[in-house]
């Protein structure tokens, strides 16, 4: 497989991840009513083994989503656990009190976080379909909860590659010290062939606008 990629395409690309990532807050403004925003968001070349050691050791909550068209892959949701059940409480409300399943999180509250990873997983992906003009199908969200490393072994088997393209997003609601970072796991291959179709002249603050899954 020939990974030659135009600049130009690759530039535009982490424009899109951009675009995605603002998506992803505008949604956690409007269901938490905190007021998000991005306060990074980049592309990582990681080697396969040093991927662990890049998400780190700390217990967090992850939701992760495979795709199940191109590019394939994982895009992974990864917040504090104190964080993340301010979210799953803001969704819930009164109906989440009861026993916590895991010690933390009643099995309502995880229920409202696989909602979230939903509508955050669509809100960071629409775009990158509508630029690229093709649908991008996943899986219903999963949900876990444990040391951050672990997480990637929970989330199936890893593509056959030395090299693993991570688009890094860190999105941040200061005022209620809530973190999201979306860790994005695609098959090389295959989105290699999809940023190599995308067209130079797109404007893609215009294309990358996604569609209401609020």
Same mark, same amino acid.
Do not use: C
């Given at each position: ?6 600049v ?15 998506t ?5 403004n ?12 980049k ?7 040093d991927?662990?050691?890049?998400l ?13 068209e191109? !590019? ?8 504090? !656990?104190e ?15 009861? *026993?916590a399943?895991?010690? %933390? %999180? ?5 229920? @409202?976080?696989? *909602?979230i990873?939903?509508i955050?997983?669509?809100?960071f ?14 899986s219903? !969200?999963?949900?876990?909860?444990g !040391? @951050? ?8 088997g ?6 693993a %393209? ?6 941040? @609601?200061s ?34 606008a ?5």
């Open positions: 497989m020939d990974y030659e990629v135009d130009r395409k690759l530039e535009l690309f982490n424009d899109m991840a951009k675009e995605g990532a603002t992803v807050s505008e949604h956690l409007q269901l938490s009513g905190l007021d998000t925003e991005i306060e990074v968001s592309i990582n070349f990681l080697d396969i083994a991927v662990r050691t890049h780190g050791e700390h217990e967090q909550v992850g939701i992760y989503v495979e795709l199940t191109a !590019p394939y892959g994982y895009i992974l949701f990864m917040l504090e !656990p964080g993340s059940k301010r979210l799953a409480q803001g969704m819930v409300g009164d109906m989440g009190s009861g *026993e399943a895991e010690g %933390f %999180f009643t099995d309502l509250e995880r229920s @409202a976080m696989q *909602e990873g939903n955050m997983t669509s809100g992906i629409d775009g990158w379909a509508n630029v690229l003009d093709t649908t991008i199908d996943m219903t !969200p999963s949900f876990i909860f !040391p @951050a490393s672990d997480i990637v072994d929970e989330m199936g890893w593509p056959d590659e030395e090299i %393209f991570v688009v890094d997003s860190h999105i941040v @609601a005022d209620a010290d809530v973190e999201v970072t979306v860790y994005t796991f695609p098959q090389l291959a295959d989105l290699v062939q999809l940023i190599q179709n995308i067209d130079v002249t797109t404007d893609v603050t215009t294309d990358t996604a569609s209401d899954v609020l």
